[in-house]
């Protein structure tokens, strides 16, 4: 067989696939921990792990066995029976966060429109709103994925323009302003604030200290319902907790999960307090939400992630992380400002008069991978660069990668 190049796979998917993504000229073999290699055998720092998605690593052992050993045994059901699986990773996932009920899912943003579709039927049901009338708050910067209610929902040209008309009862107010979200409450057909505790998407914007507590505050006093969107927050990824609003002290009416939840593998959830477990009656979204597999890789993640001590240790690693951060934009003027918790940061070049630096960054970024550094960009102007290294990482990794950092920033 015709042994085929980096060029030849990416020319492959140029000619066949939709255009909907640009990705780095990288094309990825095979993987194993922090590491990946491409088709010719070169080896790169991950430290971009699927957007948080392989939280415990390429090909974590533990994980692909659990894995192996059910895709052996049963792979499917459908939710149209009862499967061996599914019940203990329910109980496993609700009395672990002390929730009363969750429904499976694939993705994160299946788990986002679960929410959405929840605090719908919550507010006709429970708050007695009138009836297509209730309104969800959503936070300009956000990105819950890519379903017309997330469409709906977003403001980035990229992901709305052209997929109108969109969902009605949606209001956007900025992110991490209090007044703006006071001013929103006073309708009362709001039913419900869905917010991500960190904006990754946006460029890992973390709000001001108090901005969660407040806004959690202002929801329950008004009735309506708090969600949190953990999708990249969960499981440890902000360190020393387990999910991202714990920081501030949040406990939420309703979070979704997905990503990190089985380490690779497709899988998402969305879990409600008991008040809201009943509104999930009659509501579905998939053939292959809880499915056997899913659900055992999820239970080896989540057994990993809490034998293992990895939530603490993300605290550790991503604290030291951070200070080496720092230092790099002590030393280039290039780096404006560097953000995030745990081991989900962001580092915003800029040039003069704090102008986003968007041709640099694409240079940065042939700059680390030329070096073996794989890295990610978000932001409004796509000037922030994205690190979330699997949360297994540890020091001497994260010495190796900031001293190709370094390289790559001298050499711009």
Known sequence: MTTLTSQDYINLEDE????????????????????????????????????SAVNQGHCHPKIVNA?????????????????SCLGEYEKYITEYFGYDKVLPMNTGVEGDETAFKLARKWAYAVKGIPENKAKIIFCEGNFHGRTMMAVSASNDPDCKDGYGPYLPGIELIPFNNIPALETALQDPNV??????????????????EGYLKKAYDLCKS???????DEVQTGWGRTGGKWCGIEQWGVEPDIMTFAKGLANGVPIGA?????????????????T????????RGGLATIEYIENHKIVDQVEKVGNYLEEKLVELKDKYPLIGDVRGKGLMLGVELVKEKKEPAVNEILTLFENTKKRGLLIGKGGLYGNVVRIAPPMTVDQGIVDEAIKILDKAFEEI
């Open 16 to 51: 066949f696939g939709a255009h909907n993504y640009h990705p780095i000229d990288v094309v990825i073999d095979k993987g194993k921990g922090v590491w990946v290699w491409d088709v010719e055998g070169k080896k790169y720092l991950d430290f971009l792990s699927a957007y």
């Open 67 to 83: 894995l192996i050993e059910q895709s052996q045994k049963l792979t499917l059901t459908s939710r149209a029976f009862y499967n």
């Open 191 to 208: 039913c419900a604030f869905l917010v991500e505790p960190i904006q990754g998407e946006a460029g890992v914007m973390v709000p001001d």
């Open 222 to 228: 008004n009735n309506v319902l708090f969600i949190a």
């Open 270 to 286: 969305t879990i409600a307090t008991p008040e809201i477990a009943d509104s999930f009656k009659a509501l579905s979204i998939s």
């Open 288 to 295: 292959f939400g809880g499915n056997p597999v899913s659900t």
